[in-house]
């Protein structure tokens, strides 16, 4: 497989959303290594993957253990030298990810673009996030999977750990900033996310797999001020949406 980049596209019940995807990336489909993930949906999105309605290199249909178990999945089916990882419903930017096949992109660090989130968002929840970085990861999820590019050879294998639910992208971030992978930054807006993800719900759960998460990967100091930041993060996000 010749193209540069692959995206891995998780789905279930989301037929709607994957045509809305899907007609944002044909205009340069050419250049894509496409992997369609179906959990096994009851909304016609598995008959219309069997009917080839979208017509990905990969489709993968069947019962898994979540978003991440999918994205680890797709994956593993797919062979081009940088991934990108969508849900159903996102809108790729065309103009960021034409920036993606310069030959001189470097394809041994992530690329990290700005994203768009789209209405309705929730209170606290910003327009927008910006490329970064730098160590706010060890606080804060300021990087979302939808707006990083990564070097296939420099990701674990598999990427995400299934056995966080909503935060496996924020703990595979945080583990390679630790471990002093480098980033490229760009200006460009790469992705509009769609509504609803599981990490803006802010319910106490969420902090508890934070917790979990970053007990596993931070260090010192850090590591034992998590329980009062996490407890005061959660406090500050219930009194917002009130």
Not at 164 to 183: I, N, P
Request: proline share 6%; hydrophobic share 40%; aromatic share 10%.
């Amino acid at each position: 497989m010749s193209r540069r980049l692959a995206v891995v596209i998780p789905c279930l019940n989301a037929l709607e959303g994957l045509r809305t995807t899907w007609a944002a990336l044909q205009p340069v489909r050419a250049h894509l290594e496409v992997a369609i993930v179906d959990g096994g949906s009851t909304d016609g999105l598995t008959e219309a993957l069997l009917a080839g309605e979208f017509e990905a290199d990969h489709v993968i249909i069947g019962e898994d253990q979540g978003i991440y178990d999918a994205m680890n999945r797709g994956w593993a089916r797919t062979s081009a030298p940088l991934v990108w990882f969508l849900g159903a419903g996102d809108v790729p930017d065309l103009a960021g990810l034409r920036t993606l096949w310069s030959d001189g992109i470097d394809l041994d660090q992530l690329h990290i673009f700005r994203v768009e989130l789209l209405p309705p968002r929730e209170a606290g929840v910003p327009d927008h996030y910006p490329a970064r970085w730098d160590g706010s990861l060890v606080w804060r999820h300021t990087t979302h999977h939808q707006g990083v590019v990564y070097p296939r050879h420099r990701l674990p294998q598999p990427p995400f750990d299934p056995k966080f639910s909503v935060l496996a992208d924020y703990g595979l971030h945080l583990e390679l900033f630790l471990s002093g992978m480098q980033a490229t930054l760009h200006g460009e807006r790469l992705c509009a996310v769609q509504p609803g993800g599981a990490s803006r719900t802010f319910q106490a759960q969420l902090y508890w797999e934070e917790w979990r998460m970053k007990k596993q990967r931070l260090r010192g100091v850090s590591r034992w001020l998590q329980p009062v930041w996490l407890v005061g993060k959660y406090g500050f996000k219930r009194l917002r949406l009130r």
